[in-house]
């Protein structure tokens, strides 16, 4: 899997390849927590390719690629 960042702009960056779901769960906390980021919730949304997961910015998400 490949796991990317997507900004307000919609620029996408690579910032993992985990094998598991659990692997992105601590690839998206260590990004959250090295831009001192507090996320209350998160929302994910599964599509045929990808799942996108929004962690209350609404505006900037974690792409999940299968």
Not at 54 to 66: N, P, R
């Amino acid at each position: 899997m490949k796991l990317c960042f997507e900004n307000s702009r919609g620029e996408e960056r690579v910032i993992g390849t985990p094998e598991t779901l659990k692997e992105a769960s601590v690839i998206m906390k260590d990004f959250l927590d090295a831009h001192d980021y507090k996320s209350y919730y998160s929302i994910m949304n599964e599509y045929e390719d990808k799942t996108v997961i929004d962690v209350g910015s609404h505006t900037e998400f974690f792409i999940l690629y299968k």
